[in-house]
């Protein structure tokens, strides 16, 4: 028999009670429950009376719980962050090669030398990971292993941590490893790329897009490249750039995320827009669903498609209006000389596209 779950005041009698006003913690059997009362009378305070079983089962659910947070967490390395890291760097990788390919083959071994400074990355950090999620779950398992065989002292005092508070320290030390991995920073990868190619094409003021306007509920990020984000709700929201009122006009887009009702990209002459409206017929475009609007394409053209890069070229000089894709779409239409045009973004559900290139002569 357990001493410390039978009161040490009467003895035959087994703790059933704790008090768990605040800090009081104090367990309590049948017969002392009521001196236990009058106690806090005294003090001018309030007990807080709940049964030992439903303590140990509240205590036993908490840790669960902050269990769960670090099991998920530990998924998330377990998927293999060193291959998500290298699959996003053949990812750049490709998009370089192609960007040299096509516009300075002469640059190639400068990209190589990009390529390979971007490839240098601290490993260690992924193990120090490892190490800080293991350390948290075998502490957290052993008390949780403990609560239902030790007596009730240690449930009152283990009940005065706060789990998921440990749990969200964890995750900001991971967070901090992780900010240390250059390379899982793929923003600042892409920013690197477009340095690059500013410098060496001498894209120079051309790589600039502004946001005339846009809907409340699209998030924008300042500078270049641009990622035009619609966090959650499911209605129609629109966003457009400056006016195209002369030459030519070209725009690389990046899909990074497509989930929901539909995505749609390409240009409009009516600036005059109810920004949570639908508008995409009358615009010159392309869909995630699949809808090509006021344009001619290809047989069998693939739809928008979640990371592909789109390419949107306006040339006011002659009319024309292009649309291709790296999946193999063709798009094009005319008629649309000395007109103005307005590069068009109508997002439907949760979607986020990335600006990566911009082109104006």
Known sequence: MDSNNFCQVHEDSPYTFICIHNNCHKPVCDSCIIEHCQEHEKKKTFPKIQNTKEFKRDILNKIT?????????AETINLGTAEMVLKKIHQIHEYVKKVVDKFFKAKEEEAKRLLKDVRDIDTGHLEKIKYILQDKIVEF??????IAVEDIYYAAEISKRNFMEEVSFVQDQISKERNSIEAWRSPSLEEDMIKFLISNIGLGKKCIFSILKKADDLEVTSGFPVTITKPN???????????????????????????????????????????KGTYYSQAVCITSD??????TVNNNSPPIAQGVIYHFEANLNNGEILIQGENGLNAKTTGFMNRVLYPYFEFRGIHQATIIAIDRS
Request: aromatic content about 10%; overall charge negative; cysteine-free.
């Open 65 to 73: 719980s902050a269990l769960q947070e670090l099991y998920n967490e």
């Open 141 to 146: 398992e052993n008390i949780h292993k403990k």
């Open 233 to 275: 709700g499911t209605d129609s929201s629109i966003a457009l750039g400056e006016a195209i009122k002369s030459g030519h006009f070209k725009m690389s887009v990046r899909i990074d995320r497509v989930q929901g009702a539909w995505l749609g990209i390409g240009f409009i002459e009516n600036p005059e827009l109810n920004l």
């Open 290 to 295: 699949g809808y090509f609007f006021n344009l």
